[in-house]
């Protein structure tokens, strides 16, 4: 069945005639002869293409009346034609401006074949509507998923400031350079660009550049052909390509060379990349940067190339540390906790509010990541979570920071070993940074520069074990 058809005519010769040969070709159809009936039958049948007289005689309403009731109280996408004799100007007029598909005369000129042909362009017409409609409820609910997924909290005036550049540039499609403390919310801030972008929808893709190794930096930016390289048993395309119409995530960039720093620059310039072993292709690819440097290491030539920093000085967006943000901690403790409470404990008698001080004594290095983990933590090994339970382990994380401030060199230049003094400075800082992140050694590999296999290796060699290390 191609689709089907309600008639509201009160000539039944001449709307049984129609009704046949509609029939003949494949429709469904449906005859009404008043505007009661017409009503009656319109929900159940729910047609997709309606055929109108104007003059229906012993009906309550006529043809525009009903036309006028559909546009402005019927919630569904039906096409209307009206056919109809001896209609003035104005009426035609009317009828076009109320939303008519289109309209056909009766008399002579009356074509039963231009009728059927423009039944099948409203059809067709009415379809594409509806996937139209689909796919913007469909961009909604992705906006709404990625919305929960990656909500950025607060409400200080710091982070209103920082949403406020960050939805300005997405709007007018800038590449964007995140810079801030470990653990400020980079990520969060990068998938907010997208979420405000005209790009969204389209592909975007997260790489963490600490993570990548010198040899296949190329390979995995720009891609490569079969053949280009020893290991290089298929072809492969990088992620400038893939992103292409869409939107890369450069994630601590200041780890790239200063040689794949003046690639992604071509790139970014030229909107071409080179592909290993293989030829230039043009790219429309949108880039975020971000990096836990300050601008003073920026703005150094042997650890970011100033043609690429002068490039997007104008774009940068610095992300406030915790301490900074004042109430906004009440809000993202809150929000943690939650997040974990039907998974881990159950809070009881908590009053946020009276904690502001308490919580704001501590300096929160880790920032944002170092809340959810303190709360985590707090989730997992308490039963009942209260104002007094949040300050016993405020206080313990307060006295761990007091030792590590107050200790200094002496105890490594007591060491006349200069390996053993090493591995002893090394030891406790790799201690005191996976301590900072709940021991969960991707977080902290990411943290301190190091590649995760590396960190590993450290671990092994100078004895730290922890029960609840996690990957």
Same mark, same amino acid.
């Given at each position: 069945?191609?689709?089907?058809?309600l008639?509201?005519?009160?000539? %039944?010769?001449?709307?049984?005639?129609?009704?046949?040969?509609?029939?003949?070709?494949?429709y469904?159809?449906?005859?009404?002869?008043?505007?009661?009936?017409?009503?009656?039958?319109?929900?159940?049948?729910?047609?997709?293409?309606?055929?109108?007289?104007?003059?229906?005689?012993?009906?309550?309403?006529?043809?525009? $009346?009903v036309?006028? +009731?559909?546009?402005?109280?019927?919630?569904?996408?039906?096409?209307?034609?009206?056919?109809?004799?001896?209609? %003035?100007?104005?009426?035609?007029?009317?009828?076009?401006a109320?939303?008519?598909?289109?309209?056909?005369?009766?008399?002579?000129?009356?074509?039963?074949?231009?009728?059927?042909? +423009?039944?099948?362009?409203?059809?067709?017409?009415? #379809?594409?509507?509806?996937?139209?409609?689909?796919?913007?409820?469909?961009?909604?609910?992705?906006?709404?998923?990625?919305?929960?997924?990656?909500?950025?909290?607060?409400?200080?005036?710091?982070?209103?400031?920082?949403?406020?550049?960050?939805?300005?540039?997405?709007?007018?499609?800038?590449?964007?350079?995140?810079?801030?403390?470990?653990?400020?919310?980079? @990520?969060?801030? *990068?998938?907010?660009?997208?979420?405000?972008?005209?790009?969204?929808?389209?592909?975007?893709? %997260?790489?963490?550049?600490?993570?990548?190794?010198?040899?296949?930096?190329?390979?995995?930016?720009?891609?490569?052909?079969?053949?280009?390289?020893?290991?290089?048993? !298929?072809?492969?395309?990088?992620?400038? @390509?893939?992103? &292409?119409?869409?939107?890369?995530?450069?994630?601590?960039?200041?780890?790239?060379?200063?040689?794949?720093? &003046?690639?992604?620059? !071509?790139?970014i310039?030229?909107?071409?990349?080179?592909?290993?072993?293989?030829n =230039?292709?043009?790219?429309?690819?949108r880039?975020?940067?971000? &990096?836990? *440097?300050?601008?003073?290491?920026?703005?150094?030539?042997?650890?970011?190339?100033?043609?690429?920093?002068?490039?997007?000085?104008?774009?940068?967006? #610095?992300?406030?540390?915790?301490?900074?943000?004042?109430?906004?901690?009440?809000?993202?403790?809150?929000?943690?906790?939650?997040?974990?409470?039907?998974?881990?404990?159950v809070?009881?008698?908590?009053?946020?509010?009276?904690?502001?001080?308490?919580?704001?004594?501590?300096?929160?290095?880790?920032?944002?990541?170092?809340?959810? /983990?303190?709360?985590k933590?707090?989730?997992?090994?308490?039963?009942?979570?209260?104002?007094?339970?949040?300050?016993?382990?405020? $206080?313990? #994380?307060?006295?761990?920071?007091?030792?590590?401030? /107050? &200790?200094?060199?002496?105890?490594? =230049?007591?060491? +006349?070993?200069?390996?053993?003094?090493?591995?002893?400075?090394? !030891?406790?800082?790799?201690?005191?940074?996976?301590?900072?992140?709940?021991?969960?050694?991707?977080?902290? *590999?990411?943290?301190?520069?190091?590649? !995760?296999?590396?960190?590993?290796?450290?671990?092994k060699?100078?004895g730290?074990?922890?029960?609840?290390?996690? @990957?």
């Open positions: 069945m191609k689709g089907k058809i008639i509201l005519e009160d000539d %039944t010769v001449l709307s049984e005639q129609i009704a046949n040969v509609v029939k003949h070709y494949d469904e159809a449906m005859l009404t002869v008043n505007s009661d009936q017409f009503f009656d039958v319109l929900r159940s049948f729910q047609p997709d293409v309606i055929l109108l007289d104007v003059f229906l005689v012993g009906s309550k309403m006529n043809g525009i $009346q036309l006028q +009731h559909l546009k402005n109280d019927m919630d569904l996408n039906y096409k209307v034609i009206v056919i109809s004799g001896e209609v %003035t100007s104005s009426q035609i007029s009317e009828i076009r109320l939303g008519a598909y289109h309209f056909i005369e009766k008399g002579s000129a009356f074509s039963i074949n231009q009728l059927l042909l +423009h039944i099948e362009n409203a059809i067709t017409l009415k #379809k594409q509507e509806e996937e139209h409609i689909g796919l913007q409820i469909e961009y909604i609910n992705l906006k709404k998923q990625f919305t929960r997924s990656f909500p950025f909290i607060g409400e200080s005036e710091a982070i209103k400031k920082v949403r406020e550049q960050i939805t300005r540039l997405a709007s007018v499609d800038e590449d964007i350079f995140l810079i801030g403390e470990t653990g400020t919310g980079k @990520e969060i801030a *990068a998938n907010y660009y997208y979420i405000y972008s005209p790009r969204f929808g389209k592909p975007f893709h %997260t790489v963490n550049c600490s993570a990548l190794s010198e040899s296949l930096i190329e390979s995995e930016l720009f891609g490569h052909i079969k053949g280009s390289f020893t290991s290089a048993d !298929r072809s492969k395309i990088g992620f400038f @390509e893939e992103c &292409s119409n869409g939107i890369l995530f450069l994630d601590e960039v200041t780890n790239l060379s200063l040689m794949s720093q &003046s690639k992604i620059l !071509r790139a310039e030229n909107k071409e990349i080179q592909v290993v072993g293989g =230039l292709k043009k790219v429309e690819t880039l975020i940067f971000a &990096s836990n *440097a300050g601008l003073d290491k920026l703005s150094d030539e042997n650890i970011f190339r100033k043609d690429l920093f002068y490039r997007i000085e104008g774009n940068i967006v #610095k992300l406030p540390p915790l301490r900074e943000r004042d109430d906004d901690i009440l809000l993202l403790i809150c929000y943690f906790l939650t997040s974990f409470s039907s998974q881990y404990s809070m009881d008698s908590l009053d946020l509010p009276a904690l502001k001080d308490v919580l704001l004594s501590y300096s929160w290095p880790g920032n944002v990541r170092e809340l959810r /983990n303190f709360c933590f707090i989730m997992i090994n308490e039963k009942k979570i209260n104002n007094n339970v949040i300050k016993k382990h405020l $206080q313990q #994380k307060n006295n761990q920071s007091l030792y590590y401030r /107050n &200790s200094d060199n002496a105890k490594y =230049l007591r060491i +006349h070993n200069i390996k053993e003094s090493v591995a002893s400075f090394e !030891r406790d800082y790799l201690m005191y940074y996976l301590t900072l992140h709940n021991w969960k050694v991707s977080q902290t *590999a990411d943290a301190i520069g190091l590649e !995760r296999t590396t960190l590993y290796k450290k671990i060699a100078l730290i074990n922890h029960l609840t290390m996690e @990957e």
